[in-house]
């Protein structure tokens, strides 16, 4: 059987996971109008970030790419309007909105370290 110090360990383990979701992030602000670096190809030189985030939005009307905070469920939409075709991305970890990249969820996370406890357990 697993000692209560190491059941302990778990759970406060798996308690600061769940709360570091709810912290601040950092995400890229910039748009392809004013900055070349914000478009499609990204580049993150000379490129602003807000500190202050609770979600990192990307968002593409034309040919027009803007990054900056964002609310909402994490996913993306499209939409074609009168022929403009819209696509809005929204991500919840630090400076997720600069492309196209892999990134763990905390779902994930947490799917890991249940794994992990369970086989400690049994």
Do not use: Q, W
């Not at 939409?79 to 075709?85: A, H």
Request: aromatic share 6%; hydrophobic share 40%.
């Amino acid at each position: 059987m697993v000692e209560t110090n190491t059941f302990l360990f778990a759970c406060a383990l798996t308690a600061l996971l769940c709360a570091a979701g709810t912290n601040a992030l950092e995400c890229y602000s910039c748009s392809s109008l004013s900055n070349g670096n914000c478009a499609d190809e990204f580049s993150s030189s000379n490129v602003a970030t807000d500190t202050e985030c609770t979600a990192c939005l990307k968002s593409k009307v034309k040919d027009v790419v803007t990054r900056t905070c964002g609310t909402g469920p994490s996913g993306c939409t499209d939409v074609e309007f009168l022929g403009i075709k819209t696509s809005t991305c929204i991500c919840t970890d630090a400076l997720c909105n600069g492309g196209n990249h892999v990134t763990i969820t905390m779902g994930a996370m947490l799917l890991g370290t249940a794994v992990v406890l369970l086989k400690a357990f049994f």
